[in-house]
């Protein structure tokens, strides 16, 4: 069982804002990393540490954590958003990568 | 523009060992402070990270396949490697190799399926 918690499923109308949530002991010491994976395709990082955007990731895309729970802010959402976002984050000892178990969003 | 490349059989037999490999290119596997690593993704499923290794040898399992996983790396050609024993159809995965940066996870290979069947 994965020590980081999301929810599995998530909607937001076109244009909106969606928070997606990742809630674990480990984040009240380490910051989450989030990621978006599109059918058949890798993940791919679009936030890190603090809040921060690779490069070629909108600026929609934004990270807060408070206390046990991290969360990936898009805002104004697009079509082409939907997709599953993973958290991951280090476990409980500090020493190893553990994943959330994925929500899936979707744009209406 | 750094690119990591999965090799190896898409089918494995059950009970027999799973073995991948990961090339590096645009970037060498020796740079300090990146872990080199492995996560799979069983289909329809969410993602398990399996291991990482430092170009120095140091590695990092997930405990609840650490008994089955050797993570390895060859700096002389910018490789490292997968090797997971005894399998059965539960490890049916995607398997991705993957560059890490502390926790963040900013390279990621295309994906193998590697499917366990007799």
């Known amino acids: 069982s994965s020590e980081l918690t999301q929810d599995p499923a998530v909607s937001v109308a076109l244009g909106q804002t969606v928070r997606i949530t990742c809630q674990g002991d480990s984040l009240r010491s380490y910051y989450a990393s989030w990621y978006q994976q599109k059918p058949g395709q890798a993940p791919v990082l679009v936030i890190y540490g603090k809040n921060n955007r690779p490069s070629g990731i909108p600026d929609r895309f934004s990270g807060s954590s408070s206390g046990n729970t991290a969360s990936l802010t898009i805002t104004g959402a697009q079509a082409e958003d939907e997709a599953d976002y993973y958290c991951n984050s280090r476990d409980s000892s500090g020493n190893l990568v553990v994943f959330g178990g994925g929500t899936k969003l979707t744009v209406l | 523009q750094l690119q990591l490349q999965e090799s190896g059989p898409g089918l494995v037999k059950p009970s027999e060992t799973l073995s991948l490999t990961c090339t590096v290119s645009?970037?060498?596997?020796?740079?300090?402070?990146?872990?080199w690593g492995w996560i799979r993704q069983p289909p329809g499923k969410g993602l398990e990270w399996i291991g990482s290794i430092y170009y120095s040898g140091s590695t990092y399992y997930n405990p609840s396949l650490k008994s089955r996983v050797t993570i390895s790396v060859d700096t002389s050609k910018n490789q490292f490697s997968l090797k997971l024993s005894s399998v059965t159809a539960a490890d049916t995965a995607v398997y991705y190799c993957?560059?890490?940066?502390?926790?963040?996870?900013?390279?990621w290979g295309q994906g193998t399926l590697v499917t366990v069947s007799s």
């Open positions: 645009g970037g060498s596997i020796s740079s300090s402070s990146y872990y």
């Open positions: 993957a560059r890490r940066l502390g926790i963040r996870i900013d390279y």
